[in-house]
C-alpha cells in the first residue's frame, strides 16, 4: 500500500471513528516510564488522536505530537484543548519529522515504525530530533515472514536502530489484539 493510500485510510478512519488502534488510553509502559524519569520535552511520533500527549503533560511533560492523518490532528487539537493543556499538535510526516522543534527527552511511538517503509530516514531525524541521553519508546509488532510487504518488524530493524546510536534499554515481549508477536522497547541516543 502506498504512503498516499494509507494516509487516505487513517483519516477515513478517523472520520468515521473506526480506527481500533486509537484505544483512548494510554499504556502501562508509558506511565512506567513517566514513574522513571525526570520531567522533560516529549514527542508523540504518531500521536493519533492526543492520547498520549495529554497523559504526558498531566504528568508535567512539555510534550508535542504529529501525525500523518489531518482528521487526526482536528480530533487532537479538540482533545488537548478540552483537557485544558498547552501542546502543539501538527500533520508531519515520520520520515522527515519537518516540523520538530529538537532537543526531546523522549519521542513516543506506538505503532507507527512498525508502518514505516523507509525506516532508515525515519531513524535518522529520530537521532536528529532527539537529545544525547535521551529515550525512544517505542511498540511496533512483527511480521511472520521477513518477505511480507505488510507492515512489522522485522530482525535487521534491530540492526538497523543500533546502526543510529540507539542503544536498547529494555524489551517486553508480549502478544497484540490480533495475536501477532509484539514488543515494547526502549531505546536510549548514545
Known sequence: MSNF???IKFDISYL????????????????????????????????????????LANAGWQAEGFDFAPRAIQIAKRK?????????????????????????NLALDLGCFHGIQNKADYLTNLTRILA?????????????????????LVPSDMDLIQ??????????DGWDKRERPSAWFLFQHS
Open 16 to 55: 468515521f471513528g473506526n480506527a481500533p488502534w486509537d484505544s483512548g488510553i494510554s499504556p502501562p509502559e508509558l506511565y512506567d516510564f513517566i514513574a522513571s524519569h525526570p520531567v522533560g520535552r516529549a514527542l508523540d511520533i504518531g500521536c493519533g488522536t492526543g492520547t498520549n500527549i495529554i497523559t
Open 80 to 104: 488537548i484543548k478540552q483537557a485544558g493543556i498547552t501542546a502543539n499538535v501538527y500533520t508531519d510526516d515520520a520520515t522527515q519529522m519537518k516540523h520538530a522543534a529538537p532537543p526531546y
Open 163 to 172: 546502526r543510529h546510536s540507539l542503544i536498547l534499554s529494555s524489551r517486553k
Open 5 to 7: 493510500s494509507r494516509r
Open 132 to 152: 544525547l541521553g535521551g529515550f525512544w519508546l517505542m511498540y511496533g509488532f512483527f511480521k511472520q515472514d521477513a518477505a511480507q510487504p505488510a507492515p512489522g
